[in-house]
Nanobody
Framework: QVQLVESGGGLVSTGGSLRLSCAASGDTFSNYAMGWFRQVLGKDRQFVATISRSGTYPYYDQSVKGRFTISRDNAKNTGYLQLNNLEPEDTGGYYC??????????????????WGQGTQVTVSS
């Protein structure tokens, strides 16, 4: 099993940037694809991005494409989500997740078995 811990959230103004980190432990990080989701209170968890185990293949939700960048450093057991040109609609809890198997994860939360506790991103207008 892999344990995931997010960090890097905070309060920023519209147009600002943040870099989220997802530290993995308990198993070899490169054995797992990684995804990022976000959630606003009272709403379903929304797919943001996913990346393959090797880091070669990123995939984004259309709402963040061109503004967010997903990456990973397997040597450091850490994944990242760079958030640029933030908008108030990007506000929410951001969660990293890993599927039990597969080279890359999909856009549905139920495809992921392992989740971090989340880090809050708040974008002020």
């Amino acid at each position: 099993q892999v344990q995931l811990v997010e960090s890097g959230g905070g309060l920023v103004s519209t147009g600002g940037s943040l870099r989220l980190s997802c530290a993995a432990s308990g198993d070899t990080f490169s054995n797992y694809a990684m995804g990022w989701f976000r959630q606003v209170l009272g709403k379903d968890r929304q797919f943001v991005a996913t990346i393959s185990r090797s880091g070669t293949y990123p995939y984004y939700d259309q709402s963040v494409k061109g503004r967010f960048t997903i990456s990973r450093d397997n040597a450091k057991n850490t994944g990242y989500l760079q958030l640029n040109n933030l908008e108030p609609e990007d506000t929410g809890g951001y969660y990293c997740a890993a599927p039990q198997s597969g080279i890359i994860g999909g856009p549905r939360p139920e495809e992921y078995e392992y989740w971090g506790q989340g880090t809050q991103v708040t974008v002020s207008s």
